[in-house]
């Protein structure tokens, strides 16, 4: 059973940085997609990156404009993603998510499996 643990969320002033992991277990991985994914308090869950866990190909939202960076490790069966130069409007819980095809979707419904989320706060 694939299981995905987020962390690395927490507290923050508008202007830092910080940067979530997902710890990935249970299967290998390597035609697999992985992908963030947040959810603002009374929002739709939105995607936010993606990447290609065997090539290390990179897909991105629009609004993420730079400050957002994906990447994996596959040492150590984890994905990160960067953010920079955090916005209050970054607020939000922020999920991981697998998808067993090497497919980079925006779409929610195409992922198989999903994190717990961690909460990202950003005070102004």
């Known amino acids: 059973q694939v299981q995905l643990v987020e962390s690395g969320g927490g507290l923050v002033q508008a202007g830092d940085s910080l940067r979530l992991s997902c710890a990935a277990s249970?299967?290998?991985?390597?035609?697999?997609?992985m992908a963030w994914f947040r959810q603002a308090p009374g929002k739709e869950r939105e995607f936010v990156a993606a990447?290609?866990?065997?090539?290390?190909?990179?897909r991105y939202t629009d609004f993420v404009k730079g400050r957002f960076t994906i990447s994996r490790d596959t040492t150590k069966n984890t994905v990160y993603l960067r953010i920079d130069s955090l916005k209050p409007e970054d607020t939000a819980v922020y999920y991981c998510?697998?998808?067993?095809?090497?497919?980079?979707?925006?779409?929610?419904?195409?992922?198989?499996?999903w994190g717990q989320g961690t909460q990202v706060t950003v005070s102004s």
């Open positions: 998510a697998a998808r067993g095809a090497p497919i980079l979707s925006p779409s929610k419904w195409d992922y198989d499996y």
């Open positions: 249970g299967r290998t991985f390597n035609n697999y997609a």
């Open positions: 990447i290609n866990w065997s090539g290390g190909v990179t």
